[in-house]
C-alpha cells in the first residue's frame, strides 16, 4: 500500500484508520512509560524487560496497554503494589494525540508528528516525575528535526517550488534558524532572569527544548513553544499562584517542560490558524 492508496483508504473508513492508529499509539504509548520511568535513573530502556516494583515479571495479558491496567484495577497482583494511574494516562494521550495527527495533519506530516509528540511527552513526563530531564530525548528531538527538514521538506510547508533541491534547502534553513532562534531565545531569557532573580531561571534543558522545538517547527514554533508554554504554565499553576495569597506555603519549583510540549504540540497542529487568530485579535 503506497501513501496514496493509505490516504484513499483513510478517507475511505476514517473508523477503522482511527482505531488502529490508536492502538499504535497506546503501544507506543506503552514504551515511552518505560522511557519516563527509566530514562531518568540512566537505567537501559531495553532490557531487562517490563516488571513490577518488586522484581516480578508482568505477566503479557497484564501488559496489553490501557486494559491491562484497567484489568488490574490499579493493583498489581504479585505483590498488591499501587500502579500509577500515569501509565494509563500516558498510553491515552499517545493513542489521543497519534489519531488527532492523522485526522487533521497529511501523512507525512503526521507520521512525524508521532515521532515529534512522542519525544515530547518522554520530555514532559520525566520533567513532571523527576524535575529531571535528560539530555539524549532532548537532543535527539534537535538531530530529528534537522533529519526530517531534510528528507520531508513539507514539513515546513515547502512544497511551492518546482525544485526539489529549492524546497530541501530553504526547509533545512526554516529549521536551521529555528534552531538558532530558539536556543538564543532561551539562553538570553534566561540570562537576564536569572540577573534579576539571583538564582538560575530555566535549565538547559529548556534551551535544548526550544531548539528541537525551532529544528521542528521553525523559529516561529520556538517562540511560541517558549511564550505560549509560559502563558499554559501560569494558567495550569493558577490555583497555586493564588494559593500564595493565603496562608504561607513553602515554594515549590514548577517543572516548566510540560507547557513548553503542549504549546509545541498545539503549534505542530494548528501553527498558521494560530497566526492568524492572533492577527485577528490584535487587530479588531
Ligand atoms: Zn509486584
Redesign the pocket.
Known amino acids: 500500500m503506497n501513501l496514496i492508496d493509505f490516504q484513499i483508504f483513510m478517507a475511505l473508513h476514517p473508523n477503522i484508520t482511527a482505531v488502529f492508529i490508536g492502538a499504535i499509539g497506546a503501544c507506543v504509548g506503552s514504551f515511552l512509560n518505560v522511557c519516563i520511568h527509566r530514562l531518568p535513573k540512566g537505567e537501559s530502556i531495553i532490557s531487562p524487560p517490563s516488571h ?5 515479571r508482568i505477566p503479557v495479558w497484564f501488559n496489553v496497554p490501557l486494559f491491562g491496567w484497567l484489568l488490574l484495577r490499579g493493583w ?6 499501587t500502579i500509577s494511574v500515569q501509565y494509563p494516562l500516558v498510553e491515552l494521550i499517545t493513542a489521543l494525540l497519534f489519531v488527532t495527527a492523522f485526522l487533521i495533519l497529511s501523512p507525512v506530516k503526521a507520521a512525524i508528528g508521532c515521532v515529534f509528540l512522542s519525544l515530547l511527552i518522554i520530555l514532559a513526563g520525566c520533567d513532571m516525575q523527576d524535575m529531571l530531564v535528560p539530555d539524549a530525548p532532548n537532543f535527539l528531538l534537535v538531530g530529528l528535526g534537522l533529519f526530517f527538514s531534510v528528507v520531508a521538506p513539507s514539513l515546513h510547508g515547502e512544497t511551492t517550488s518546482g525544485l526539489e533541491i529549492i524546497n530541501r534547502i530553504n526547509s533545512v534553513t526554516d529549521s536551521l534558524v529555528g534552531i538558532a532562534v530558539g536556543t538564543a531565545l532561551v539562553w538570553w531569557i534566561r540570562t537576564i532572569a536569572s540577573v534579576i532573580m539571583g538564582q538560575e531561571a530555566m535549565g538547559e534543558a529548556d534551551i535544548i527544548l526550544c531548539a528541537g522545538v525551532g529544528a521542528f517547527c521553525g523559529w516561529e514554533g520556538a517562540l511560541f513553544c517558549l511564550f505560549g508554554g509560559s502563558v499554559i504554565g501560569v494558567i495550569i499553576k493558577l490555583p497555586s499562584v493564588l494559593a500564595l495569597f493565603g496562608p504561607k506555603k513553602e515554594s515549590e519549583s514548577v517543572p516548566f517542560v510540560p507547557s513548553m510540549a503542549i504549546a509545541a504540540a498545539l503549534w505542530f497542529f494548528r501553527g498558521p490558524e494560530l497566526i492568524t487568530a492572533w492577527h485577528l485579535w490584535v487587530n479588531s
Not at 513490577?52 to 516480578?56: D, I, N
Not at 498489581?76 to 503494589?81: E, F, R, T, Y
Open positions: 513490577c516494583a518488586c522484581g516480578q498489581a497482583k504479585c505483590c498488591g503494589a
